[in-house]
């Protein structure tokens, strides 16, 4: 017993650790963003919102979170759409080729996105797709429809086929049984995919940044501001960028938790 009371401490000290290893540094930079002095330190002397009401006057913050908003809110709905096809396709496909075309659909996530970059660069570069709002778009389609393929393709597999055999057995076509069995079954995968598209798109930085020269987004305004100076503000978007990323993730996970209430009770 008590060796397993030991074991126990032991477990939660190695748990509490890795968990403040990963969100001490990010809890330092919000701390950081509000800051009412003209350099970063910690922990700041006086608190405000002097950085956050900057990045919302500065034309060039404002041009920066334009384009990247405008490019995740563009990216999502299409990746959902790519990548529930592609998922439910793979799903239902013959089963000979599915492993093959499912490394290659995820493939995006694995390889290192200096090779991609370059890859997407040098494709969109003579047709003249760089620098472009929709050359972004595409190039974000990239890396976001994966995450899709992934969490469908997760829902899916946990689906009771019986259901949608039901539904075509009963007069249904096969796209009314998509529509009115599958798809709401697989909307947990779907939700989740959308907010790791949302995420990935607004966050995404080197792809980008192989394709930018006039056009910017958020991350490549961080970027370009740290080569010259390092004001607050940068922590102040990136704060922002933070609180975003954890509502979306918060909000996914909070409907995980009460679909799972839901089903015990």
Known sequence: MMQENRI???????????MAFLILPQL???????????????????????WYAYIFHDETWLKALGTSLLIAALATPLAVVIGTAAAIGLDRGPSCMRKIVRTALISPMILPHVVLGMAIYRVFLPIRFDDTVTGFLVAHL?????????????????MDRSL????????????????????????????AGAVFAFITSFDEF????????????APIQIFSS??????????????L?????VALSGLL???????GSARMA
């Open 142 to 158: 990239v890396l976001c429809v994966p995450y899709v393929v992934v969490t469908v393709g997760a829902s899916l597999q946990a």
């Open 226 to 239: 740290l080569s010259y100076q390092l004001e607050p503000s940068i922590a102040a978007v990136s704060g």
């Open 206 to 217: 080197i792809v980008t940044y192989f394709l930018a020269s006039r056009q910017t987004t």
């Open 28 to 50: 330092i930079l919000l701390i950081q963003s509000f800051t009412i002095e003209d350099y970063l330190s910690f922990p700041p002397k006086a608190f405000g919102f002097r």
């Open 253 to 259: 996970v909070l409907r995980g938790s009460l679909v």
């Open 241 to 245: 960028t933070l609180v975003i990323t």
């Open 8 to 18: 126990g401490l032991f477990v939660g000290a190695v748990a509490w650790a890795t």
């Open 164 to 191: 949608e055999q039901a539904a075509m057995s009963l007069g249904a076509s096969l796209p009314t049984a998509l529509w009115r069995v599958v798809l709401p079954l697989a909307r947990p995968g779907i939700i």
